[in-house]
């Protein structure tokens, strides 16, 4: 993980370096810039892969091509041995890799690439960028008269003097040529295809370890971990890396009520980390850090919007956490995507629940990516998300919607079959394996302190007139309202409004409730099967 930045089409290394200096956060190890034809990139490095001599940019031709690249390619070790008889590697890098494949397959090497990733590269006078498939890293672009500027975050945009900055577009590529071109779409839903249960729960068994044993690269002495909320994604990943992992740091954070009781997401982790063998690591943050660490994640964040920065928050203390052990850590974002994990979801007829996912998971680059981009890289952490494996996404748009909310006992299980696939198999506990959902939020505590501080910070006539004053910003809420005064403080330019994502299905109750009791009370899931019919769709 690292932060970029560069221009194209002049050689504007002052602003380059401007824009490097507002990501030292994103690469703490080492920083570097280099000017060719009328183009700098520059590069502030998280040394993860050949932490030695992975310095960027990597250059070759004797200086006329070079790559600069934020993430990880985790099939570089393949690609490197169909590389090395026909070019000589100067590191061992992952995104050395890149650049070589680019040399021999030109722009279409992009879909050779399994991995995350934000990269641009140059070759003589010609020059690519692209943007991994689904958006996990981040990557904006804008103009000035005939230049280009991009970078990592919108914070160094804004040294760029834009009228205007864009989201590069997830699964796309762009060169002088032929502009953006899309090399990725979300497969289109097949959902006819899976009817057979055991089946089913087998590929997605063997697709999900296998995607969560291939984000466990990195260089022996660069430490990985796991966030592990207690919750059935992030505790399932977390199991099946230590396998892997002996002693595998997990880490958890929550609150504490005036009565001494821990929430839920603590009690379960405590469950789910002692089953697995885990060191594990819990912070108790007060409402006092809460409001504190408020105006921090929203200038980090990028953001305004009321469920991101909501979700945000837990994020941001469970990666400070995190980060006092490990440098690489893995996480559960896009599981209720790809499973509807969402109880929204349960309100949706089942021929528009796949519809839906797909939706949410296209929306996901500049919405749960974002954050956990933004709060990861705040600490120098890079987080990976094994569930959004280009596989698992496949996978999952050809299971019927009833194998994914299931009725069940005379209710809905979300993500039935996922909790199916890995029941019986030691992994985790029953407890943990079928808990109910819920936010990251609710099961740390703090649901409602954003809400309850913007409804005494802001009032009816205030929320309406900062909505009626920034046309160009989405401002549904005196909360959103409330953000946005403080985004405002950090990022006052219009021209990165339009960037700006809004997490869209989060209006119904079920999201927003205060919840307990889903490990010591009676919110479980009754998931016992009554008899063989369960075995088949219909």
């Known amino acids: 993980m690292c ?139 804008g103009y000035q008269s005939d230049k280009m500027y991009f970078s990592s975050e919108l914070s160094a945009m804004s040294h760029a003097g834009l009228d205007q900055v864009h989201e590069f577009p997830a699964g796309h590529y762009y060169t002088p040529q032929d502009g953006f071109v899309k090399y990725y779409e979300i497969p289109k839903i097949e959902d006819h295809l899976l009817t057979d249960i055991d089946e089913t729960c087998e590929l997605i068994r063997e697709t999900f370890i296998r995607s969560v044993k291939k984000r466990l690269l990195a260089d022996p002495e660069v430490p990985v971990g796991s966030f592990c909320s207690g919750g059935l994604d992030s505790s399932l990943v977390a199991a099946i890396a230590a396998k892997e992992i002996p002693n595998l740091h997990t880490f958890v954070v929550g609150m504490e009520d005036e009565f001494g009781d821990v929430s839920d997401d603590v009690k379960a982790a405590r469950i789910a980390s002692k089953h697995i063998g885990s060191t594990h690591h819990e912070m108790l943050f007060t409402e006092d850090e809460y409001y504190e660490a408020l105006p921090i994640v929203i200038k980090k964040l990028e953001s305004y919007d009321p469920s991101l920065v909501r979700c945000a928050i837990p994020c941001y203390f469970t990666c400070k956490k995190a980060a006092d052990y490990v440098t690489v850590v893995l996480t559960g974002e896009g599981a209720d995507e790809l499973f509807t994990g969402y109880h929204y979801m349960k309100h949706f007829p089942f021929d528009k629940l796949n519809p839906e996912a797909r939706r949410c998971i296209g929306n996901l680059h500049n919405i749960n990516l974002q954050r956990a981009d933004r709060m990861g890289m705040l600490f120098s952490l890079e987080l990976r998300v094994p569930f959004l494996d280009v596989e698992m996404i496949d996978l999952s748009m050809k299971i019927p919607p009833e194998l994914k909310i299931r009725e069940h006992n005379g209710a809905k299980i979300e993500k039935w079959i996922f909790r199916k696939a890995f029941e019986g198999t030691g992994y985790l506990p029953d407890d943990i394996l079928w808990r109910y959902k819920v936010q990251y939020t609710q099961g740390a505590g703090c649901e409602s302190l954003g809400e309850r501080l913007a409804k005494k910070q802001i009032t009816e006539d205030e929320y309406e007139q900062i909505k009626a004053d920034n046309p160009k910003a989405t401002i549904n809420s005196p909360e959103a309202a409330y953000y946005f005064k403080i985004f405002r403080q950090f990022h006052p330019q219009d021209s990165i409004l339009g960037s700006i994502g809004i997490w869209t299905g989060f209006d119904f109750e079920e999201e927003r409730e205060r919840v307990r009791g889903t490990i010591d009370g009676d919110l479980k899931h009754n998931h016992k099967e009554n008899d063989s019919k369960e075995r088949k769709v219909a």
């Open 3 to 141: 932060g970029i930045a560069g221009c194209i089409g002049a050689r504007d290394d002052e602003t380059v370096n401007r824009m490097l200096d507002a990501l030292p956060h994103r690469g703490p190890n080492d920083r570097g810039i280099h000017q060719c034809q009328n183009m700098v990139f520059g590069h502030t490095r998280l040394s993860i892969v050949d932490v030695a001599m992975g310095h960027q940019p990597i250059l070759a031709n004797g200086g006329n091509a070079g790559i600069i690249c934020n993430g990880e390619i985790y099939n570089f070790n393949k690609l490197r041995k169909t590389l090395a008889p026909k070019f000589r590697f100067k590191t061992k890098s992952d995104s050395e890799v890149i650049l070589h494949s680019y040399q021999k397959k030109g722009y279409e090497c992009v879909k050779d690439l399994d991995g995350m990733f934000a990269f641009a590269l140059f070759d003589g006078e010609d020059y690519m960028l692209a943007r991994d498939p689904i958006g996990i890293k981040p990557l904006y672009y």
